[in-house]
């Protein structure tokens, strides 16, 4: 991470009325990065592949993730270029996504027959679970 970045970042987490905003603007079924408490999606953006949207994989360092794919996913960027290597999902390359505000790794971009994003369950949270 760039000195700049860690600057915004540290910046962000030293004022916990950004927190309170934030939660404040979103519904209890929406997902939120666990870390900076952004609004990535909602519940009913699901992605269904293969008859379900929540999966386990293990990449090939040996590390697990539990994973829900969305259709959509607001305030993500894309970090990385697009590849087919070890994909988890056959057809679709794959690019790092990662929340546009605090920049933690939120899972990953999919492309191929159908354009989706695998989420890791974790990095985003249930609104409802931080919310009072």
């Known amino acids: 991470m760039d000195p700049e970045q860690h600057k915004h970042e540290h910046d962000y987490h030293e004022h916990p009325e950004n927190e309170t905003r934030l939660i404040s603007e979103i519904d209890g079924e929406d997902w939120i990065c666990?870390?900076?408490?952004?609004?990535?999606?909602?519940?009913?953006?699901?992605?269904?592949?293969?008859?379900?949207?929540?999966?386990?994989?293990?990449?090939?360092?040996?590390?697990?993730?539990?994973?829900?794919?969305?259709?959509?996913?607001?305030?993500?960027?894309?970090?990385?270029?697009?590849?087919m290597e070890f994909t988890w999902f056959p057809g679709h390359k794959w690019v790092i996504a990662v929340c546009g505000r605090c920049y933690q790794q939120l899972g990953w971009k999919y492309t191929g027959p159908k354009i989706f994003f695998g989420l890791i369950r974790g990095r985003i949270v249930k609104a409802m679970s931080v919310m009072n």
């Open 34 to 83: 666990g870390a900076c408490y952004t609004k990535i999606c909602s519940d009913d953006e699901r992605f269904i592949y293969k008859n379900r949207s929540e999966f386990r994989f293990t990449n090939k360092a040996g590390e697990s993730f539990n994973v829900i794919t969305f259709l959509k996913a607001n305030e993500v960027l894309e970090s990385g270029y697009p590849t």
